[in-house]
T-cell receptor, first 113, second 114 residues
């Protein structure tokens, strides 16, 4: 799986959009971009994933650049409950492969009131 | 659905003692995982299972054993606990849907080895 680079921490005001960047310049054509988050002391939670098209669900939007070397997770209206560590993970489509997720240190997003 | 549950939530052991951590999932997932998380770090894979009766080593398997006797349960054992095994342990199960996956994590077990 390709390596990812994320800023260690970010601040965002409550009610504003939080934009979390991720660099994955060595991504290959069959690798997906996944985002998980971990709220303090809890287990990680799946947010969203994508291959090359932009994706949106009830939690967030994922914007992947055309060359797929970077992506941005967008939380449209951040709340205090969105304070967490956000992990960007590049994951090979392995047709059923079983290996676990590779977590880096992620970005600690702090939502300010 | 309870999702993924873990027992116990917290445990203190003395060096050399043994214990078993239990993970249970009610989503009928084939794949299950055990991770550990040390302070300020991301999760690291200990062992995983692709189905009942099968297990495999992950990134940091030394000092741990696992068993998957039933599809819904995945057990992590420490035969002789060491202070280096002080950590938070997370279990996960995986939903696979045609080319992409979602892992569902339990709430964690906090283990302190003195």
């Amino acid at each position: 799986d390709a390596k990812t680079t994320q800023p260690p921490s970010m601040d965002c005001a409550e009610g504003r959009a939080a934009n979390l960047p991720c660099n994955h310049s060595t991504i290959s054509g069959n690798e997906y971009v996944y985002w998980y988050r971990q709220i303090h002391s809890q287990g990680p939670q799946y947010i969203i994933h994508g291959l090359k098209n932009n994706e949106t669900n009830e939690m967030a939007s994922l914007i992947i650049t055309e060359d797929r070397k970077s992506s941005t997770l967008i939380l449209p209206h951040a709340t205090l409950r969105d304070t967490a560590v956000y992990y960007c993970i590049v994951r090979r489509y392995s047709g059923g492969g079983a290996d676990g997720l590779t977590f880096g240190k992620g970005t600690h997003l702090i939502i300010q009131p | 659905n309870a999702g993924v549950t873990q027992t116990p939530k917290f445990r203190v052991l003395k060096t050399g003692q043994s214990m078993t951590l239990l993970c249970a999932q009610d989503m009928n997932h084939e794949y299950m995982y055990w991770y550990r998380q040390d302070p300020g770090m991301g999760l690291r894979l200990i062992h995983y299972s692709v189905g009942e009766g099968t297990t495999a080593k992950g990134e940091v398997p030394d000092g741990y054993n696992v068993s998957r006797l039933k599809k819904q349960n995945f057990l992590l054992g420490l035969e002789s606990a060491a202070p280096s095994q002080t950590s938070v342990y997370f279990c996960a199960s995986r939903k696979w849907t045609g080319g992409s996956e979602t892992q569902y994590f339990g709430p964690g077990t906090r283990l302190l080895v003195l």
